[in-house]
C-alpha cells in the first residue's frame, strides 16, 4: 500500500533529518511509513501510492475550509502574480490585522511573523519587555512552538520523542521557565508566590490541543485572569490553534476571557507560513519601531499569505461555527456510541472542531492523565484507520480537526471505518 512512499521515505532520509521538515511528520511515536502526500482537496488527501485518505490532520489545524478551496486558490493565483514578496507595507496586511482585532478580544495592535514558533517566542520577548521581568509560566504539555524557552516539558513531538529538554537549551534559558501543571490553578499560585515580582507571563494553550484535546477545567481561565490582575503578570492565550477555530473569536471568546496578550497561526495563514501576535494597546506600544522592543523578518505580512489569511476569514462567518459544531457533535456521538456498545476503555474529548479518542476510561485533565493512556492500543488504531482511509494524527497526543468539507456523509463513513478500526483492535 505504502511502495512509493517507502522509496521517498529512503530516499528523503539521505537529505533531510528523519526525511521530514518537522520531526512528527517521520511518524515516530506510532511507526511504519508517513505516507508522502501529492494533493489534497476539500476533505481528502492523496498520497504518493494514490491512496485516499479521509484528512482529520488538515496540516495540524490550518484546512479549517477544506484543502485547496476554490476561493483561496482563485485570490492567491491573483496575488502571486502581482508579486510575490515587496519588504514593504501593504493594504492587505491592515486588512487582515482589521479582521484579527475585531474577531478576537484582547487584541488591540497585531504584528505578523511567518510561523507560530515565532510569535509565541515575539509575544514573550514583549512580555518581558513591557513588564522588566524575565520569568515565565508554562504548563507541562503545551506546545508553543521551538523557541529555547518553550522546549521545556512542552507537547505533542516533543513528548513523543522522549526530549521534552532537548539538547541545545541552555540552563540559563530552562531557569527561566517555570512549569506548572494544565488545570491546576493551585500549581500556579505557588509558582507566582515563589517568585514574587519576577514572572513577566503565563502563556497557555486555553484548549490544550498539543496533549490531544484537554479543555480547560473549572474557570481555571477566569483564575489565571484574576492570578495575573494581582499580580501584574502578562497573560498570554497561545491560540495558534484555538483561534478562528473552536469560535468567531478563539478561546477568548468561547470561554469569556480576555487575555492581554494573544498569538495566532495556522487558520490565520489559511495554509500558508503566516501567524500572528497581538495584544492590549499599552502592551503592544513596546514593540519597534513604537517602541524598544525588537522583532522583524524579511517575509512577514507576505502578501501571498496575507491573502490566504484574508480569504479564509472571509469564509469564517458565524454559521460556519454553528456547522463545525454540530458535525463535531455527530462525529463524538457516533463514536461514543460505538464505545458503548463495545464496552471498551476509551473516551472522548471535543471543543468544536477539535476533538480527541483517548485511549483511557477515565477522560484527561492534564498531561500526567494523557500519559497514563494506552499508547499501543492507540498506535495499532491508528494504523488500522490509515489502512481504511481515515488519515488521523499520528501520535496520542494530538488533537484531530474538521472542516468545513467534512460533510456528514463523511462523518458517517469515518464512523463506520473507526468501527472496523475498533474492531481489529480489541
Ligand atoms: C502549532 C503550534 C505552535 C507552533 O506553530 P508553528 O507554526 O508550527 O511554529 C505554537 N502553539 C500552538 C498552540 C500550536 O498548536
Redesign the pocket.
Known amino acids: 500500500m505504502f511502495e512509493r512512499s517507502e522509496e521517498l521515505l529512503t530516499r528523503a532520509r539521505k537529505s533531510i533529518p528523519g526525511g521530514v521538515n ?1 520531526p512528527v511528520r517521520a511518524f515516530t511515536a506510532v511507526g511504519g511509513t508517513p505516507p508522502f502526500i501529492e494533493r489534497a482537496e476539500g476533505a481528502h488527501i492523496y498520497d504518493a501510492d494514490g491512496n485516499e485518505y479521509i484528512d482529520f490532520v488538515l496540516s ?2 490550518p484546512g479549517i475550509v477544506g484543502h485547496a478551496h476554490p476561493k483561496v486558490v482563485e485570490a492567491c493565483q491573483k496575488a502571486v502574480a502581482r508579486g510575490s514578496s515587496f519588504g514593504a507595507p501593504t493594504e492587505l496586511e491592515i486588512e487582515l490585522a482589521e479582521r484579527i482585532i475585531e474577531r478576537c478580544p484582547g487584541t488591540d495592535v497585531v504584528r505578523l511573523v ?7 517566542m515575539s509575544a514573550v520577548r514583549v512580555a518581558r519587555g513591557a513588564t522588566g521581568r524575565d520569568k515565565i509560566i508554562k504548563f507541562e504539555g ?5 523557541a529555547d524557552s ?1 522546549l521545556i516539558a512542552a ?2 513531538g516533543a513528548t513523543t520523542l522522549g526530549v521534552p529538554n532537548s539538547p541545545g537549551v541552555t540552563r540559563g534559558t530552562a531557569h527561566d521557565t517555570l512549569l506548572a501543571t494544565f488545570n491546576d490553578i493551585d500549581s500556579v499560585a505557588s509558582l507566582v508566590d515563589d517568585n514574587t515580582g519576577e514572572v513577566a507571563a503565563i502563556i497557555l ?1 486555553p484548549v ?3 496533549t490531544g484535546c484537554l479543555p480547560p477545567r473549572d474557570d481555571f481561565l477566569k483564575k489565571l485572569r484574576k492570578l495575573c490582575d494581582d499580580n501584574g503578570i502578562v497573560l498570554i492565550f ?5 483561534g478562528f477555530r473552536i469560535a468567531k473569536g478563539g478561546a477568548a471568546e468561547r470561554f469569556g476571557v480576555t487575555p492581554d496578550m494573544s ?1 495566532f ?2 487558520v490565520v ?1 489559511g495554509g500558508f ?1 503566516l ?1 500572528a501576535y497581538a495584544g492590549k494597546e499599552e502592551i503592544m506600544r513596546h514593540v519597534a519601531p513604537d517602541g524598544p522592543v525588537y522583532q522583524a523578518g524579511t517575509l512577514s505580512g507576505n502578501p501571498v499569505a496575507v491573502t490566504a489569511g484574508i480569504e479564509t476569514l472571509k469564509l469564517l462567518d458565524d454559521d460556519v461555527y454553528d456547522q463545525l459544531e454540530a458535525l463535531g457533535s455527530r462525529l463524538q456521538s457516533g463514536i461514543d456510541e460505538l464505545i458503548e456498545q463495545r464496552d471498551l476503555p476509551l473516551c472522548t474529548e471535543r471543543v468544536g472542531s477539535m476533538f480527541s479518542l483517548f485511549f483511557t476510561p477515565e477522560i484527561p485533565v492534564d498531561h500526567d492523565d494523557v500519559k497514563a493512556c494506552d499508547i499501543d492500543r492507540f498506535n495499532q488504531f491508528f494504523h488500522a484507520s490509515l489502512k481504511n482511509g481515515v488519515y488521523l494524527a499520528p501520535s496520542q497526543f494530538e488533537a484531530g480537526f474538521l472542516s468545513t468539507a467534512h460533510t456528514d456523509e463523511i462523518i458517517d463513513q469515518v464512523i463506520d471505518k473507526t468501527a472496523d478500526a475498533l474492531d481489529e483492535v480489541y
Do not use: L, R
Request: charged content about 15%; proline content about 3%.
Open positions: 518537522s495540524w489545524g511567518n510561523s507560530g514558533t515565532e510569535a509565541c503545551c506546545y508553543h512552538g521551538h518553550f507537547g505533542s494553550e490544550c490541543g498539543n497561545d491560540e495558534v490553534m484555538t498569538t497561526g495556522k495563514g507560513p501567524a
